[in-house]
T-cell receptor, first 115, second 114 residues
Framework: QQQVKQSPQSLIVQKGGISIINCAYE??????FPWYQQFPGKGPALLIA?????SEKKEGRFTISFNKSAKQFSLHIMDSQPGDSATYFC??????????????FGKGTKLSVIP | ETGVTQTPRHLVMGMTNKKSLKCEQH?????MYWYKQSAKKPLELMFV???????ENNSVPSRFSPECPNSSHLFLHLHTLQPEDSALYLC?????????????FGPGTRLTVT
């Protein structure tokens, strides 16, 4: 119930195309959904995040779409560039109670954008 | 740079060795975390420190021993490790545990246990 299921595991997209990564969850107590981007040799970095009361959030070429009823959210990368090649992790945050919080990560999607 | 540094970046150690990983954050954050990252598995949270106090230990074997002398520094002491402990160990920090969804990660230490 604390899991976040991420797909696909790997993705190859042509330069200029749209990359789409999907995540699904069960726990309706999740209250914040960040996406992290990790380049080889680096730690993950927060890319964009959304709250469940918003259906879409856009920052530049990156958009999160959120479907609360389906318990799914996705990352769309428009006009994908070779520099976007990285591993992307979705995550979900919730309050466990008594002032404690938990952040659960998906397994990651390795994106390769080919010229 | 994220403001979180980790040393060493690479470490090879035998199963009987003792070594330590170091993490330092320059962001003025109060919460610090250790994660284990293995291929094709979700990030595994190991320990959480808030204002120097350990608040979470996610059933981590005692061969991993964390230390947090102050809010800016975090160590992970390693002893008698197993080959399956080989992984990327990531340190992260956040303003507080309440805002752990916005974490800043270091580059990690690639650990190989032989």
């Amino acid at each position: 119930q604390q899991q976040v299921k991420q797909s696909p595991q790997s993705l190859i997209v042509q330069k200029g195309g749209i990359s789409i990564i999907n995540c699904a969850y069960e726990n309706t107590a999740f209250d914040y959904f960040p996406w992290y981007q990790q380049f080889p040799g680096k730690g993950p970095a927060l890319l964009i995040a959304i709250r469940p009361d918003v259906s879409e959030k856009k920052e530049g070429r990156f958009t999160i779409s959120f479907n609360k009823s389906a318990k799914q959210f996705s990352l769309h990368i428009m006009d994908s560039q070779p520099g976007d090649s990285a591993t992307y992790f979705c995550a979900a945050n919730y309050a466990t109670g008594a002032g404690s919080y938990q952040l659960t990560f998906g397994k990651g999607t390795k994106l390769s954008v080919i010229p | 740079e994220t403001g979180v540094t980790q040393t060493p970046r690479h470490l090879v150690m035998g199963m009987t060795n003792k070594k330590s990983l170091k993490c330092e954050q320059h962001l003025g954050h109060n919460a610090m975390y250790w994660y284990k990252q293995s291929a094709k598995k979700p990030l595994e949270l190991m320990f959480v420190y808030n204002f120097k106090e350990q608040t979470e230990n996610n059933s981590v074997p005692s061969r991993f021993s964390p230390e947090c002398p102050n809010s800016s520094h975090l160590f992970l002491h390693l002893h008698t490790l197993q080959p399956e402990d080989s992984a990327l160990y990531l340190c992260a920090s956040s303003q507080g545990t309440r805002t752990r969804y916005e974490q800043y990660f270091g580059p990690g230490t690639r650990l190989t246990v032989t």
